[in-house]
């Protein structure tokens, strides 16, 4: 036995536990700009990577490698479930946004996405302006997702998109898409939240709100008269929706048993803790819309928007998003699975006939 295999071997991105076989993973430094940055290619079979570019202060450039090679494959799956031609891919720059971050660093991140050919496109994501964008595009072609490459903020769509999935996991559960007059607790009053409570209203949804932000319950009280609840309590509210729109992780073995709504569907990234809290849901009767599914309508409207046509492409892939739940929850049902199980599965059967 030599020394190196007595020790345990340096743990690498082959056999980093987040690798699923991604295509390629590159390391980017640039020590005149300060740039550190991981740019992670996980799968092109159904076309050129496309993923947001995200800043963050990572505690480490191995919790950075972690955050790349999760967040690159969830791109995958996304994209194609979404029925985009794209593949997974995703850049993050190991920096703290508010201290570190200069347009200089982003111009120089522009320049190694341009050496990528193509093969990853690039967008905003945490901690990433869209003045940061456009220092970005000042090196690479690129970039979607700007005002100069198609619609500008995603938001908006991606709030349809929710507002479709709700309507879908309505018909689903309850035997209707008509929110006329069900209660919705809507959780995080954001660019998706706040724009979600407004289709929600118009289609006579009763709306309870929270965030932890008080100027933003105040606003939605004025212009829905909403009812607040404080955002600790908005999962287990007397309501026939919850719909988490902040932050991910809000479905876990404290919250789950709390909730009172039967269906669970919302704007949030990463909803369920654990895949336990998946089945913690179908145990409880609880139709849960996988985050990805439903949130989707942002990464359309950056992948198919292109700068002086209308969105109607965009709106008609977005409202897809309501078939392709129906058709998730339908399995899910049949084959006695989770919904995100199913989700996953359907992202994959695409992936295998491109
Ligand atoms: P945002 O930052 O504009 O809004 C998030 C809101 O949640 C803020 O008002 C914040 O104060 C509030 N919040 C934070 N912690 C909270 C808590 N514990 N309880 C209640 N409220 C809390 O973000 P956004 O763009 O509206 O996105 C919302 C969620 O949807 C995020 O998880 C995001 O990853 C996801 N998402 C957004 C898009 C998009 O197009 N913006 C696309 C896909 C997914």
């Known amino acids: 036995m030599n020394a190196l295999s007595s020790h345990a071997v340096p743990t690498g991105v082959f056999d980093h536990p987040e690798f699923r076989n991604h295509e390629s993973v590159c390391f980017v430094s640039d020590p005149a700009t300060g740039l550190k940055a991981i740019i992670a290619i996980h799968d092109t079979t159904l076309g050129p990577s496309l993923g947001g570019c995200r800043v963050w202060p990572y505690a480490s450039g191995a919790e950075a490698l972690t955050d790349a090679l999760r967040l690159s494959r969830g791109m995958t799956y996304k994209n194609a479930l979404a029925g985009l031609d794209l593949g997974g891919g995703k850049a993050v720059i190991l920096a703290d ?25 690039t967008a905003e994501d945490v901690g990433v302006s869209p003045s940061d964008m456009e220092a970005v595009a000042e090196r690479t072609a690129h970039v979607r997702g700007t005002r100069d490459t198609g ?42 939240g706040f724009d979600l409570c407004g289709r929600l209203q118009a289609a006579g949804a009763k709306l309870i709100v929270s965030d932890i932000h008080a100027p933003s319950v105040e606003k939605a009280i004025e212009v829905f008269g909403a009812t607040a609840v404080p955002a600790a309590q908005a999962h287990q509210v007397q309501a026939d929706i919850f719909a988490p729109c902040a932050l991910g992780g809000g479905l876990n073995s404290e919250t789950i048993p709390a909730l009172k709504a039967g269906i669970v569907a919302g704007a949030a990234n990463n909803q369920l803790m654990t895949a336990e809290d998946g089945l913690a849901l179908k145990a409880r009767g609880i139709l849960y819309a996988p985050d990805y599914a439903i949130n989707a309508g942002g990464v359309i409207s950056i992948a198919l928007s292109r700068p002086g046509e209308s969105d109607a492409l965009v709106v008609e892939q977005t409202q897809a998003i309501g078939a392709t739940l129906t058709r998730i929850f339908e399995r899910a049902a049949a084959e006695n699975l989770t919904p995100e199980v199913v989700a996953d599965r359907m992202a994959e059967e695409r992936l295998a006939k491109p």
């Not at 508010?98 to 050919?117: H, I, N, P």
């Open 151 to 192: 619609l500008g903020d995603p938001s908006p769509y991606t709030a349809l998109g929710v507002f479709v999935g709700i309507q879908a996991a309505a018909r689903h559960a309850l035997g209707s898409a008509d929110l006329d007059g069900l209660s919705v607790s809507v959780q995080g009053l954001g660019h998706v």
């Open 97 to 121: 946004p508010r201290k570190d971050k200069t347009s200089d660093m982003m111009r120089a991140f522009g320049s190694y996405v341009e050496r990528l050919s193509g093969s990853y496109i």
